[in-house]
């Protein structure tokens, strides 16, 4: 192919998006010494080509080569330990959750939102879920060249959900040759098993070329039981059985029980406090009523003995592109990705309680050791709660790219086309059947063959069709009626599927290039169109969609929307080779979006560029940015959950209101205390609910706004060959947040300011607690935050021992403000910064060095302290801390270091041996008792254990 001006030429723009290799900012020794000047570079951020440009945001590039000295094995792992990456969005840790995007890994840039970072492959949006979460699993990790991030707002570029920052993973293309690779690894507790293999195969002619890149991955789940910090409870092994559930594998029921309906104070009233439950003796016959005793605390069970602190994952990816010259000016190219991943999630066996299900032990079941309907609650422990959640990806994107001269002047243009297809299937199991459970619990007799039989005897029901429980014989124990019986299990568990499909369909076109030369260099200018479609379907299983199980309620999620837009953009270079102006240029764009669903919205972005002297470099931008509400915001089915907050009208609440005239007229009883989820009251605060709450999207959802800023400095100091500095400071602020209303926002409202109108969806029992809620989404939020990146590389001069780089790189966090009001409804801004996820600093600090075949690459993760508000009967740093305002006690941890590090040597046969470490010194963190981004006292985004693994490369 023809190049022009004889330089290097990094490929034609590609459709959609031009996103190529940043131009790194060269010392002014390399410059001197005759480095290659490239010829119409690709600038991140922007789509205008041009010689000698550089960029005017702050960019990570992650090599080839930097991906292979870590030993981590998915995209999403590699971003998720840079400096400015917030918590992940799901992590593998939080076994409770669950959805649609349960299973998938994404990128939070900034602790905006994982939704407000935008992920692109070659340029192009990756297909996103209902809730416009972008899966990065679907990117095999042999399949890539390097990873961008602009860490800056951009939505004058790339349109919707650009706030925080862009994500491009650029693939392979044009390999010619071979390689194969395998990846082993494990915890050292011997768990967590991991292996991965990997082939790239390419082959090019003369005019054109295939690379095809397939890979299989899979990571064993590991089980909470086996580390220190969750196998004990909610709040580790310094507190062991805290968090504990009355409600147990041996089952019980309650003499005498609280009687529904009848209020404090009335005739036969009694509290849950009262309420005394009975459980089998050991080896005792659980049809006599004598043989079953009073339960005590020792029964209680924890549940995280059955539960996952690590999901298991399996992936299947083929990745295949394919170029041709069609002239020497006009070249076709397309990508092909398939993608297969699955991912396992176990958590314990559901506590059934019979209240809440409607569904006492019948008094004709032959199993009932009394003589009325038996109010009981029973662990479902022989069958925990398991979801496979599949996910099927099908990605086709073509185009054909080229340039043109025109006076003199060289224009690039494309025009291209993406299909994503994603389809999921979620398949649970160890919810029970409410139609089931009612028919196993009610009459039952022995038949003539002495076996447990549905029905009565003279009506007996077929055993084809009915298995009676008996939820009183303690898990373990044989007899009729046991949950370990299979029959018993297939009536009472069936499988629930549920199923999901997102389409995304992109038609682009866009052109760049110079249209005159000004005194200080060439005016730039690009424009383009795009006409977008968007379209998802989320079918939950018809169990979840009428609430006839023990699962989350349900229900189905579908729309789609279309959007057509229309770009500007100019370069315009202002002084050029000047005293104190060596460079100073402007670049201004503007994006127009017309969407289907609400109307259209423009943004603009300005940027500077100006370098005093050949050693400095100062950049800045001003940003405008927006969200577009995604298909599950304003087309969402209803969802049900369980909560964790506080109820204002419990006596246990911090500037509890019980006894005022709201709770009086709720019906909230003097000296109520808010219960947990076995009916008891409530130990710490926030306190999980023992009911389900439910939530929906709201059709009248507006985009979401923001405003970005940034000023940085690039600095190679021509005294110190091969050291470059950077240092950016930026600003986000964020308004009409697209958020779902608090249930404490809404019960303070309610109870707390006397807003009647906020007390519609709520319901409260007889007892007073909360027994079902209702709420939805908003445009209720806003946040700004602010900080400085700064980073440090230096590449040593060789010495004798070898050569050496170091990478220093840092993100100080200075404020996350979001805005909320306090007790009194007065407006507040509430400061986060040294929450979990939001670090005062994070840093990493990685140190290489080579010599001859060999290598060693070292890495420390640094993470500065977290905070928490204090827990009831748990230590409290600082408990008289004031924020806001007001009283608000806090505890602090220390700050945490991670180290990794990999030994390697290339083998005289084309070959890489590496074996090497994560979290080599075995450092885990704090206990948090708040369970930040887990489902268990520690924060999600750390280390789990010491990993051990070992990389064998062959290239042939």
Same mark, same amino acid.
């Given at each position: 192919?023809?190049?022009?001006?004889?330089?290097?030429?990094?490929?034609?723009?590609?459709?959609?998006?031009?996103?190529?290799?940043?131009?790194?900012?060269?010392?002014?020794?390399? $410059?001197?010494?005759? $480095?290659?000047?490239?010829?119409?570079?690709?600038?991140?951020?922007?789509?205008?080509?041009?010689?000698?440009?550089?960029?005017?945001?702050?960019?990570?590039?992650?090599?080839?080569?930097?991906?292979?000295?870590?030993?981590?094995?998915?995209?999403?792992?590699?971003?998720?330990?840079?400096?400015?990456?917030?918590?992940?969005?799901?992590?593998?840790?939080?076994?409770?959750?669950?959805?649609?995007?349960?299973?998938?890994?994404?990128?939070?840039?900034?602790?905006?939102?994982?939704?407000?970072?935008?992920?692109?492959? =070659?340029?192009?949006?990756?297909?996103?879920?209902?809730?416009?979460?972008?899966?990065?699993?679907?990117?095999?990790?042999?399949?890539?060249?390097?990873?961008?991030?602009?860490?800056?707002? *951009?939505?004058?570029?790339?349109?919707?959900?650009?706030?925080?920052?862009?994500?491009?993973?650029?693939?392979?293309?044009?390999?010619?040759?071979?390689?194969?690779?395998?990846?082993?690894?494990?915890?050292?507790?011997?768990?967590?098993?991991?292996?991965?293999?990997?082939?790239?195969?390419?082959?090019?002619?003369?005019?054109?070329?295939?690379?095809?890149?397939?890979?299989?991955?899979?990571?064993?789940?590991?089980?909470?039981?086996?580390?220190?910090?969750?196998?004990? !409870?909610?709040?580790?092994? *310094?507190?062991?059985?805290? #968090?504990?559930?009355?409600?147990?594998?041996?089952?019980?029921?309650?003499?005498?029980?609280?009687?529904?309906?009848?209020?404090?104070?009335?005739?036969?009233?009694?509290?849950?406090?009262?309420?005394?439950?009975?459980?089998?003796?050991? !080896?005792?016959?659980?049809?006599?009523?004598?043989?079953?005793?009073?339960?005590?605390?020792?029964?209680?069970?924890?549940? =995280?003995?059955?539960?996952?602190?690590?999901?298991?994952?399996?992936?299947?990816?083929?990745?295949?592109?394919?170029?041709?010259?069609?002239?020497?000016?006009?070249?076709?190219?397309?990508?092909?990705?398939?993608?297969?991943?699955?991912?396992?999630?176990?958590?314990?066996?559901?506590?059934?309680?019979?209240?809440?299900?409607?569904?006492?032990?019948? *008094?004709?079941?032959?199993?009932?050791?009394?003589?009325?309907?038996?109010?009981?609650?029973?662990?479902?422990?022989?069958?925990?709660?398991?979801?496979?959640?599949?996910?099927?990806?099908?990605?086709?994107?073509?185009?054909?790219?080229?340039?043109?001269?025109?006076?003199?002047?060289?224009?690039?243009?494309?025009?291209?086309?993406?299909?994503?297809?994603?389809?999921?299937?979620?398949?649970?199991?160890?919810?029970?059947?409410?139609?089931?459970?009612?028919?196993?619990?009610?009459?039952?007799?022995?038949?003539?063959?002495?076996?447990?039989?549905?029905?009565?005897?003279?009506?007996?029901?077929?055993?084809?069709?009915?298995?009676?429980?008996?939820?009183?014989?303690?898990?373990?124990?044989?007899?009729?009626?046991?949950?370990?019986?299979?029959?018993?299990?297939?009536?009472?568990?069936?499988?629930?599927?549920?199923?999901?499909?997102?389409?995304?369909?992109?038609?682009?076109?866009?052109?760049?290039?110079?249209?005159?030369?000004?005194?200080?260099?060439?005016?730039?200018?690009?424009?383009?169109?795009?006409?977008?479609?968007?379209?998802?379907?989320?079918?939950?299983?018809?169990?979840?969609?009428?609430?006839?199980?023990?699962?989350? $309620?349900?229900?189905?999620?579908?729309?789609?929307?279309?959007?057509?837009?229309?770009?500007?953009?100019?370069?315009?270079?202002?002084?050029?080779?000047?005293?104190?102006?060596?460079?100073?240029?402007?670049?201004?764009?503007?994006?127009?979006?017309?969407?289907?669903?609400?109307?259209?919205?423009?943004?603009?972005?300005?940027?500077?560029?100006?370098?005093?002297?050949?050693?400095?470099?100062?950049?800045?931008?001003?940003?405008?940015?927006?969200?577009?509400?995604?298909?599950?915001?304003?087309?969402?089915?209803? =969802?049900?959950?369980?909560?964790?907050?506080?109820?204002?009208?419990?006596?246990?609440?911090?500037?509890?209101?019980?006894?005022?005239?709201?709770?009086?007229?709720?019906?909230?009883?003097?000296?109520?205390?808010?219960?947990? @989820?076995?009916?008891?009251?409530?130990?710490?605060?926030?306190?999980?609910?023992?009911?389900?709450?439910?939530?929906?999207?709201?059709?009248?959802?507006?985009?979401?706004?923001?405003?970005?800023?940034?000023?940085?400095?690039?600095?190679?100091?021509?005294?110190? @060959? #091969?050291?470059?500095?950077?240092?950016?400071?930026?600003?986000?602020?964020?308004?009409?947040?697209?958020?779902?209303?608090?249930?404490?926002?809404?019960?303070?409202?309610?109870?707390?300011?006397?807003?009647?109108?906020?007390?519609?969806?709520?319901?409260?029992?007889?007892?007073?607690?909360?027994?079902?809620?209702?709420?939805?989404?908003?445009?209720?939020?806003?946040?700004?935050?602010?900080?400085?990146?700064?980073?440090?590389?230096?590449?040593?001069?060789?010495?004798?021992?070898?050569?050496?780089?170091?990478?220093?790189?840092?993100?100080?966090?200075?404020?996350?403000?979001?805005?909320?009001?306090?007790?009194? !409804?007065?407006?507040?801004?509430?400061?986060?910064?040294?929450?979990?996820?939001?670090?005062?600093?994070?840093?990493?600090?990685?140190?290489?060095?080579?010599?001859?075949?060999?290598?060693?690459?070292?890495?420390?993760?640094?993470?500065?302290?977290?905070?928490?508000?204090?827990?009831?009967?748990?230590?409290?740093?600082?408990?008289?801390?004031?924020?806001?305002?007001?009283?608000?006690?806090?505890?602090?941890?220390?700050?945490?270091?991670?180290?990794?590090?990999?030994?390697?040597?290339?083998?005289?046969?084309?070959?890489?041996?590496?074996?090497?470490?994560? =979290?080599?010194?075995?450092?885990?963190?704090?206990?948090?008792?708040?369970?930040?981004?887990?489902?268990?006292?520690?924060? #999600?985004?750390?280390?789990?254990?010491?990993?051990?693994?070992?990389?064998?490369?062959?290239?042939?």
């Amino acid at each position: 192919m023809k190049l022009r001006n004889s330089a290097v030429r990094l490929g034609l723009l590609p459709a959609g998006i031009a996103i190529a290799l940043t131009p790194s900012f060269a010392s002014a020794q390399e $410059a001197a010494a005759g $480095a290659t000047t490239l010829d119409r570079l690709e600038v991140t951020g922007s789509r205008i080509r041009g010689a000698d440009m550089e960029t005017q945001q702050p960019v990570v590039t992650l090599t080839r080569e930097a991906l292979e000295k870590q030993g981590f094995t998915s995209v999403a792992d590699v971003l998720q330990n840079l400096t400015s990456a917030g918590s992940p969005a799901i992590s593998r840790s939080e076994s409770l959750s669950s959805g649609e995007n349960v299973g998938g890994y994404y990128v939070d840039i900034r602790n905006l939102g994982a939704q407000r970072t935008l992920v692109l492959m =070659n340029g192009k949006r990756l297909g996103a879920t209902t809730a416009g979460m972008q899966d990065l699993s679907q990117i095999p990790m042999g399949a890539v060249e390097r990873i961008e991030i602009l860490k800056d707002g *951009a939505s004058a570029i790339y349109g919707s959900d650009a706030i925080a920052a862009v994500v491009n993973v650029i693939t392979r293309k044009r390999f010619d040759g071979g390689e194969a690779s395998a990846y082993v690894g494990q915890y050292g507790e011997g768990d967590g098993e991991t292996t991965q293999y990997s082939m790239t195969l390419g082959t090019q002619g003369e005019r054109g070329g295939i690379t095809m890149a397939a890979e299989y991955y899979k990571a064993k789940p590991v089980w909470a039981k086996d580390r220190d910090f969750s196998a004990y !409870g909610n709040s580790g092994p *310094a507190y062991p059985g805290a #968090g504990a559930s009355a409600i147990n594998e041996k089952g019980s029921f309650c003499d005498p029980c609280a009687t529904p309906g009848i209020k404090k104070g009335e005739p036969g009233y009694v509290s849950n406090d009262d309420v005394l439950w009975y459980t089998l003796k050991d !080896g005792g016959n659980p049809s006599n009523r004598g043989d079953y005793r009073l339960q005590t605390a020792a029964d209680s069970v924890n549940a =995280n003995q059955q539960m996952g602190v690590q999901t298991g994952i399996e992936r299947k990816s083929l990745y295949v592109n394919s170029n041709y010259d069609l002239t020497d000016t006009i070249t076709f190219n397309a990508d092909v990705i398939y993608n297969e991943r699955t991912t396992d999630q176990q958590i314990a066996g559901y506590p059934y309680q019979a209240t809440a299900m409607g569904t006492p032990l019948s *008094a004709d079941s032959v199993f009932n050791p009394n003589a009325t309907d038996t109010t009981f609650r029973r662990r479902l422990w022989e069958v925990p709660r398991t979801t496979e959640s599949k996910l099927k990806t099908l990605r086709f994107a073509p185009s054909i790219e080229g340039y043109f001269e025109f006076a003199g002047k060289t224009f690039d243009w494309d025009v291209g086309a993406l299909w994503n297809r994603n389809e999921s299937t979620k398949t649970g199991h160890g919810d029970m059947s409410l139609i089931a459970s009612e028919q196993a619990l009610g009459a039952s007799f022995i038949n003539k063959d002495g076996v447990a039989q549905c029905g009565t005897a003279a009506n007996p029901v077929a055993l084809s069709d009915c298995r009676p429980w008996n939820p009183l014989l303690p898990y373990g124990v044989a007899g009729q009626g046991s949950l370990a019986d299979a029959a018993t299990q297939a009536f009472l568990f069936p499988q629930f599927t549920n199923t999901g499909l997102t389409k995304t369909t992109s038609f682009t076109a866009n052109i760049a290039g110079s249209v005159l030369t000004l005194p200080a260099g060439d005016l730039g200018v690009a424009m383009g169109v795009e006409h977008r479609e968007e379209q998802g379907r989320y079918v939950p299983d018809a169990f979840a969609q009428s609430g006839m199980s023990t699962g989350l $309620a349900s229900t189905t999620t579908s729309g789609k929307y279309e959007l057509d837009e229309v770009y500007l953009e100019l370069n315009i270079p202002v002084l050029s080779d000047m005293p104190f102006a060596k460079e100073l240029s402007f670049n201004i764009a503007s994006r127009y979006s017309d969407y289907s669903n609400f109307g259209d919205t423009i943004n603009s972005k300005f940027g500077f560029v100006w370098r005093p002297m050949s050693e400095l470099l100062v950049r800045g931008t001003y940003a405008e940015g927006f969200r577009a509400p995604t298909i599950d915001d304003l087309y969402g089915g209803i =969802n049900s959950s369980f909560e964790t907050y506080t109820d204002p009208c419990g006596i246990g609440a911090t500037n509890s209101v019980n006894g005022n005239a709201a709770c009086n007229n709720a019906g909230v009883p003097l000296g109520y205390t808010q219960l947990d @989820q076995s009916m008891k009251p409530c130990t710490s605060y926030p306190c999980a609910t023992p009911d389900q709450f439910v939530s929906g999207a709201n059709a009248n959802l507006t985009p979401e706004t923001s405003k970005s800023k940034t000023v940085g400095l690039v600095w190679s100091p021509r005294w110190v @060959q #091969g050291l470059d500095i950077s240092l950016d400071w930026y600003r986000y602020e964020i308004s009409d947040m697209i958020i779902s209303d608090s249930v404490d926002r809404i019960l303070r409202d309610c109870y707390v300011l006397g807003n009647a109108a906020r007390c519609d969806g709520i319901t409260r029992a007889s007892d007073g607690h909360i027994s079902a809620m209702t709420y939805g989404l908003a445009n209720l939020g806003e946040m700004k935050t602010e900080g400085y990146d700064l980073g440090v590389k230096y590449r040593l001069p060789e010495l004798a021992i070898g050569q050496f780089n170091i990478d220093w790189q840092t993100s100080y966090l200075s404020s996350y403000d979001e805005q909320g009001q306090n007790g009194k !409804g007065d407006n507040i801004t509430i400061g986060r910064v040294g929450e979990a996820g939001l670090f005062r600093v994070r840093s990493n600090v990685g140190v290489n060095w080579s010599k001859g075949d060999f290598g060693v690459s070292y890495t420390a993760r640094y993470y500065s302290g977290m905070k928490e508000s204090c827990v009831t009967n748990r230590p409290c740093t600082e408990p008289d801390h004031m924020a806001n305002g007001e009283g608000d006690a806090i505890r602090k941890t220390g700050s945490n270091t991670f180290h990794d590090m990999q030994v390697s040597w290339k083998a005289p046969w084309d070959a890489t041996v590496a074996v090497g470490a994560n =979290n080599l010194f075995n450092h885990q963190g704090p206990i948090m008792f708040s369970a930040p981004n887990s489902s268990f006292p520690y924060y #999600g985004g750390f280390d789990i254990g010491r990993f051990l693994y070992m990389k064998y490369t062959q290239r042939f």
